[in-house]
């Protein structure tokens, strides 16, 4: 749960306690699944369009694999392997993947969500 923590902090300063308090009002009695499910669809709600669909398509790794700038850009469709870092960068500083150096990894519970949208989203 300290992983969701984060999450919820690094939401916390891209969007306001205001709009964290809404994880209070959407539901009369909340269990640690709906919270986490909450919290993630707010995350996701704060995101650009273009970091959704970054996120969305890194559902297609494995929870936990390691994840290449060259791996995302080839998921992405991109080229330019400096902005394929910045994005990932980006989601890395919204802790929706964990950094260790070059390599980058998403959570077994943020990869299953990322999964769930990209075969719901059209």
């Known amino acids: 749960m300290q992983y969701i923590g984060q999450i919820i902090r690094a939401l916390q300063r891209r969007v306001g306690q205001q709009w964290l308090d809404q994880l209070h009002g959407r ?3 909340q269990t640690r699944e709906s919270s986490v499910k909450v919290s993630f669809a707010l995350s996701y709600d ?3 369009e273009e970091e959704r669909r970054r996120f969305r398509l890194l559902g297609v790794f ?3 694999a390691p994840i ?3 791996a ?3 998921q992405w469709g991109m080229e330019d392997l ?4 910045r994005g990932l960068s ?3 500083d919204l802790s929706l993947l964990e950094r260790d150096g070059d390599i980058y990894r998403q959570h077994s519970l943020l990869q299953a969500y990322a999964h ?3 075969l719901t989203c059209a």
Do not use: H
């Open 68 to 70: 290449t700038v060259e």
């Open 46 to 48: 704060a995101m650009t």
């Open 27 to 29: 539901g009369e009695e």
């Open 62 to 64: 494995v929870a936990e």
């Open 82 to 85: 400096d902005d394929v870092g």
């Open 90 to 92: 980006d989601l890395a």
């Open 116 to 118: 769930t949208l990209l």
């Open 72 to 74: 995302a850009a080839a």
